[in-house]
């Protein structure tokens, strides 16, 4: 499968542990994005990386929040002291660089749930 | 500013077209149309640029308003397969950006 990845695709946790998910991206692509989706709403935008450089974070994105992306190939999101209001499904999506468009592809999702 | 969706649902018989709007308030770069069924992750169907494109994927298409900064969706003779959430997603200026997604469109199709 050539597509975007991710894992764990569900992770249930206690409030206040720290949790850590992981994102592949589609291999050529050097852009790779974080999004969160909770029931009934559109994805919200977290933030992305251009290679390994994070160049835009959202004011969702608080400082529990905090993410990789080590060597410009796969990402990882790690929240801490998580909270019943981080439970949602967090999205990856890739895209390649190009001079007009930004098609992003997005990855299963992993479906955290904070009790 | 997220982008307007309209209408909220939509249910059709099998075979019926559909329209769905998204509509920003800001001016936009480009506008990126997803389906997304339940439990899955959202699906590309398709992009369009600032100046009034409009593209066609099998029997979807879709147009760009520039001047509204509106873009219409269109699903023609609908299958069953086109079920699901439709969600817009907006870019402000060219690059890179991050999507600001609407709240969505269910659509319903019955045999």
């Known amino acids: 499968d050539t597509g975007v990845s991710q894992n764990p695709r569900h992770k249930i946790t206690k409030r206040g542990q720290n949790v850590t998910f992981r994102c592949d991206p589609i291999s050529e692509h050097n852009r790779l994005y974080w999004y969160r989706q909770t029931l009934g709403q559109g994805p919200e935008f977290l933030t992305y990386f251009q290679n390994e450089a994070q160049l835009e974070k959202s004011r969702l994105l608080s400082d529990r929040f905090s993410a990789e992306r080590p060597k410009g190939s796969f990402s990882t999101l790690e929240i801490q002291r998580t909270e019943q209001g981080d439970s949602a499904m967090y999205l990856c999506a890739s895209s390649l660089k190009r001079a007009s468009y930004n098609e992003q592809f997005f990855g299963p999702g992993t479906r955290l749930t904070v009790l | 500013q997220q982008p307007v969706q309209s209408p909220q649902a939509v249910i059709l018989r099998e075979g019926e077209d559909a329209v769905i709007n998204c509509s920003s308030s800001k001016a936009l770069y480009s506008v990126h149309w997803y389906r997304q069924k339940h439990g899955e992750a959202p699906v590309f169907l398709m992009i369009l640029l600032k100046g009034g494109e409009q593209k066609g994927h099998d029997k979807i298409s879709a147009s760009f308003n520039e001047k509204k900064q509106q873009s219409s969706l269109y699903l023609t003779a609908s299958q069953l397969s086109y079920s699901g959430t439709y969600f817009c997603?907006?870019?402000?200026?060219?690059?890179?950006?991050?999507?600001?997604f609407g709240k969505g469109t269910h659509l319903i199709i019955q045999p």
């Open positions: 997603g907006t870019e402000r200026r060219g690059g890179a950006d991050g999507l600001t």
